[in-house]
Protein backbone atom coordinates (compact mmCIF):
# COMPACT_ATOMS: atom_id res chain seq x y z
CA UNK A 1 0.00 0.00 0.00
CA UNK A 2 1.26 3.52 -0.56
CA UNK A 3 1.87 6.24 1.52
CA UNK A 4 -0.33 9.67 1.30
CA UNK A 5 3.44 11.30 -0.11
CA UNK A 6 4.08 8.68 -2.54
CA UNK A 7 0.70 9.17 -4.07
CA UNK A 8 1.10 13.05 -4.03
CA UNK A 9 5.10 12.60 -5.64
CA UNK A 10 3.56 9.74 -8.18
CA UNK A 11 0.99 12.38 -9.06
CA UNK A 12 3.78 15.47 -9.63
CA UNK A 13 5.99 13.17 -11.31
CA UNK A 14 3.16 11.94 -13.94
CA UNK A 15 2.41 15.57 -14.59
CA UNK A 16 5.87 16.18 -15.11
CA UNK A 17 5.79 19.32 -12.30
CA UNK A 18 9.49 19.42 -11.77
CA UNK A 19 8.71 22.49 -9.41
CA UNK A 20 5.80 20.93 -6.93
CA UNK A 21 8.38 18.37 -6.31
CA UNK A 22 11.58 20.41 -5.80
CA UNK A 23 8.45 22.42 -3.81
CA UNK A 24 8.03 19.74 -1.67
CA UNK A 25 11.21 18.59 -1.40
CA UNK A 26 12.56 21.59 -0.05
CA UNK A 27 9.33 21.77 2.41
CA UNK A 28 10.57 18.70 3.78
CA UNK A 29 14.10 19.67 4.20
CA UNK A 30 12.89 22.46 6.52
CA UNK A 31 10.37 20.15 8.88
CA UNK A 32 13.56 17.30 9.49
CA UNK A 33 16.01 20.03 10.45
CA UNK A 34 13.53 21.49 12.35
CA UNK A 35 12.67 17.93 13.81
CA UNK A 36 16.45 17.39 14.37
CA UNK A 37 16.73 20.68 16.31
CA UNK A 38 13.74 19.49 19.08
CA UNK A 39 14.91 18.63 22.37
CA UNK A 40 13.00 16.98 24.96
CA UNK A 41 10.97 14.87 22.71
CA UNK A 42 11.66 11.63 20.64
CA UNK A 43 11.24 12.52 17.45
CA UNK A 44 13.61 9.18 15.85
CA UNK A 45 10.25 8.26 14.08
CA UNK A 46 9.08 10.81 12.40
CA UNK A 47 12.34 12.15 11.52
CA UNK A 48 12.98 8.69 9.62
CA UNK A 49 9.58 8.84 7.82
CA UNK A 50 10.17 12.67 6.96
CA UNK A 51 13.60 11.37 5.13
CA UNK A 52 11.44 8.38 3.76
CA UNK A 53 9.49 11.28 2.45
CA UNK A 54 12.47 13.31 1.25
CA UNK A 55 14.15 9.75 -0.88
CA UNK A 56 11.04 9.11 -2.40
CA UNK A 57 11.07 13.05 -3.49
CA UNK A 58 14.41 13.05 -5.08
CA UNK A 59 13.99 9.61 -6.55
CA UNK A 60 10.76 11.29 -8.74
CA UNK A 61 13.37 14.11 -9.42
CA UNK A 62 15.80 11.72 -10.82
CA UNK A 63 12.93 10.46 -13.62
CA UNK A 64 12.66 14.01 -14.74
CA UNK A 65 15.16 15.48 -17.21
CA UNK A 66 15.72 19.00 -17.94
CA UNK A 67 15.94 22.44 -15.80
CA UNK A 68 13.44 23.60 -13.18
CA UNK A 69 10.59 25.26 -14.98
CA UNK A 70 8.28 28.29 -13.60
Given amino acids: MWS ?3 LIVDG ?3 LK ?3 SLE ?3 MYRQRLAVDRKARTGFDCRSS ?3 VE ?3 AAIEGALQTLSG ?3 G
Wanted: hydrophobic letters at 40%.
Fill in 67 to 69: PVG
Fill in 52 to 54: QDI
Fill in 12 to 14: YAR
Fill in 23 to 25: DLR
Fill in 17 to 19: DRQ
Fill in 47 to 49: IAQ
Fill in 4 to 6: AIE
